[in-house]
């Protein structure tokens, strides 16, 4: 058994159709987000001053800056997606402070929760995350499911 600085995350599975989602950032990250919470049926809200011209098509996306009164008790998670440190500090805080769950995408340790890679084939949904700590080994680990998961469920015949 190995030795690990902390004990390991809890995978949980919810579900979050129509349920919202607040994220905040129009870049690349934001954007990959926004992609997979609308995959699983989230109705986002997307703040930003600027969005990347193929920033996904979310329930609102709003042209401005961030302020602290977006965080509103209505959304059942926070993004903090900006390329400012000091921002996302920001964001983690309100969100912290309403008790909402918030994801920070420039530093872990603010995180109350992380986005596994998600693989999909049909109703079967599988998961790989390392907490954020080794981004190449979570992308080895899901191209590998990904070849193999289709085969393995099409060969899986359901129990009766």
């Not at 109705?43 to 961030?66: C, Q």
Request: proline share 6%; glycine share 4%.
């Amino acid at each position: 058994m190995q030795n690990f600085s902390r004990a390991p995350f809890f995978p949980m599975m919810i579900d979050i159709s129509g349920k919202e989602i607040l994220i905040i950032g129009g870049g690349r990250v934001a954007s990959r987000r926004a992609e997979t919470l609308l995959r699983c049926g989230a109705k986002i809200t997307a703040v930003s001053l600027n969005f990347r011209e193929d920033f996904p098509e979310v329930y609102k996306k709003i042209s401005r800056p961030f302020n602290p009164d977006d965080v509103q008790e209505k959304f059942s998670l926070v993004i903090a997606a900006t390329n400012d440190r000091k921002i996302n500090n920001l964001i983690c805080s309100a969100a912290k402070s309403k008790k909402i769950p918030v994801n920070v995408c420039d530093n872990q340790s603010e995180c109350d929760f992380f986005f596994p890679s998600l693989i999909n084939v049909e109703n079967i949904a599988v998961s790989v995350c390392t907490a954020g700590r080794d981004v190449i080994l979570t992308r080895k680990l899901s191209d590998k499911l990904r070849k193999i998961l289709p085969s393995w469920v099409k060969n899986l015949t359901p129990h009766s």
